[in-house]
T-cell receptor, first 115, second 116 residues
Framework: EAGVAQSPRYKIIEKRQSVAFWCNPI?????LYWYQQILGQGPKLLIQ????????DSQLPKDRFSAERLKGVDSTLKIQPAKLEDSAVYLC?????????????FGPGTRLTVL | AQSVTQPDIHITVSEGASLELRCNYSYGATPYLFWYVQSPGQGLQLLLKYFSGDTLVQGIKGFEAEFKRSQSSFNLRKPSVHWSDAAEYFC??????????????FGKGTKLSVIP
């Protein structure tokens, strides 16, 4: 079974530029999550999708971050414009259902450096 | 405030020695509890989880964890560490809720180094 795929693996941009990350979850997984992991900290949930609907985006900085999962499969996370403090690893995860007891499977992440 | 605390930022052990990584949580009701491992350049992998029942939980790679309600703790243990266990370990919780969002909240992690 293929795991969660993410691209690119690394990205370096200058502040005020825009950037997009792509995630393809495990086939058949209805729930998709985006996390931000700043160096030295644990991952923090940015947004949770159930199929193509948003379940929780309470911690997403909506003035600069956006995410979509139009067909309920793959997803894109965008930052526009980027700030220095957005330097982090962006992790995508998926689970078969949204219940708290369901295991989340994580992708390898995209490491973003904002200069 | 609701939180997950991993008091040890970095632990070094010798190969073959036993290991215990600490995790404490602060929530009104017992949340769902998880331990994840993150190796360099790789995504997070679930080691084990606890929802209810037997308070000693067995996981993959020879790890186990014990839930202690009185101490609000969920410590991870391994009787004999291998060099390949060197990684960062995260304790995580999902607060028990009837709402649709199940936000996995992570501690700050404990980095494990293993001396050959």
């Amino acid at each position: 079974e293929a795991g969660v795929a993410q691209s690119p693996r690394y990205k370096i941009i200058e502040k005020r530029q825009s950037v997009a990350f792509w995630c393809n979850p495990i086939s058949g997984h209805a729930t998709l999550y985006w996390y931000q992991q700043i160096l030295g900290q644990g991952p923090k949930l940015l947004i949770q999708f159930q199929n193509n609907g948003v379940v929780d985006d309470s911690q997403l900085p909506k003035d600069r971050f956006s995410a979509e999962r139009l067909k309920g499969v793959d997803s894109t996370l965008k930052i526009q414009p980027a700030k220095l403090e957005d330097s982090a690893v962006y992790l995508c995860a998926s689970s078969s259902r949204g219940g708290g007891y369901n295991e989340q499977f994580f992708g390898p992440g995209t490491r973003l450096t904002v200069l | 405030a609701q939180s997950v605390t991993q008091p040890d930022i970095h632990i070094t052990v010798s190969e073959g020695a036993s290991l215990e990584l600490r995790c404490n949580y602060s929530y009104g009701a017992t949340p769902y509890l998880f331990w994840y491992v993150q190796s360099p350049g790789q995504g997070l992998q679930l080691l084990l989880k606890y929802f209810s029942g037997d308070t000693l939980v067995q996981g993959i790679k020879g790890f186990e964890a014990e839930f202690k309600r009185s101490q609000s703790s969920f410590n991870l243990r391994k009787p004999s560490v291998h060099w390949s266990d060197a990684a960062e370990y995260f304790c995580a919780v999902v607060p028990y809720s009837g709402a649709g969002s199940y936000q996995l909240t992570f501690g700050k992690g404990t980095k494990l180094s293993v001396i050959p």
